[in-house]
């Protein structure tokens, strides 16, 4: 069984705002802030002693705002994390054992990686959508320029004339690959 799928939740919005909330009652302004103004998907990070809370808090009060948990390090941050209400879960990277565990999430996860190798080994698992982190290093910088889009379009089970490129301007400030408008012939 593949995991689900962050596509839907992803496509709706031009950026995925990563916060990391030191207090706890900055959280409910901010997201509603932040969904008013169009973007109705953000990320916290587990950074912080309140950033759990802060997920709960926005979960609760702003359900228009779909909040995802970043910077999940092990199965017991997915635990925490699905059990304050996370919509979905980020990963900086993925060992064996989280990849197993965001793969077995109910939410749809996005699994960190910094190789073509981490890639592939991931999209086996069946993710769809993966974090290139850092950005600017590795996979990013060579699919910026060109290389690996054949490789990356058969990983991720894409078919002919789909491509990816380096998204640093529309994602988190992690980076990503995202899939190539087709553009219009004219």
């Given amino acids: 069984m593949s995991p689900p799928d962050p596509i839907p939740l992803l496509s709706g919005t031009p950026v995925v705002p990563v916060l990391t909330i030191e207090r706890v009652e900055h ?3 901010l997201a509603r802030s932040l969904a008013a103004g169009g973007l109705n998907v953000i990320e916290v990070t587990l950074r912080t002693r309140v950033a759990l809370e802060a997920i709960a808090a926005i979960a609760a009060q702003v359900p228009e705002c779909g909040v995802g948990a970043g910077t999940v390090l092990g199965e017991a941050d997915v635990a925490a994390a699905l059990a304050v209400g996370a919509k979905y879960l980020v990963s900086p990277g993925t060992t064996a054992a989280l990849a197993a565990a965001l793969a077995a999430a109910p939410v749809p996860a996005l699994p960190g990686c910094a190789s073509v190798s981490e890639a592939l080994a991931l999209s086996a698992l069946g993710f769809r959508v993966l ?3 850092p950005a600017g290093r590795g996979l990013s910088r060579a699919a910026e320029r060109g290389r690996g889009r054949r490789l990356l379009a058969r990983a991720a089970g894409r078919g002919r004339g789909r491509e990816f490129r380096a998204n ?3 994602r988190a400030r992690g980076g990503g690959i995202a ?8």
Avoid: C, N
């Fill in 27 to 29: 959280a409910v302004p």
């Fill in 131 to 133: 974090k290139f982190f």
């Fill in 168 to 170: 640093h301007r529309t």
């Fill in 179 to 186: 899939p190539l408008r087709k553009r219009a012939s004219g």
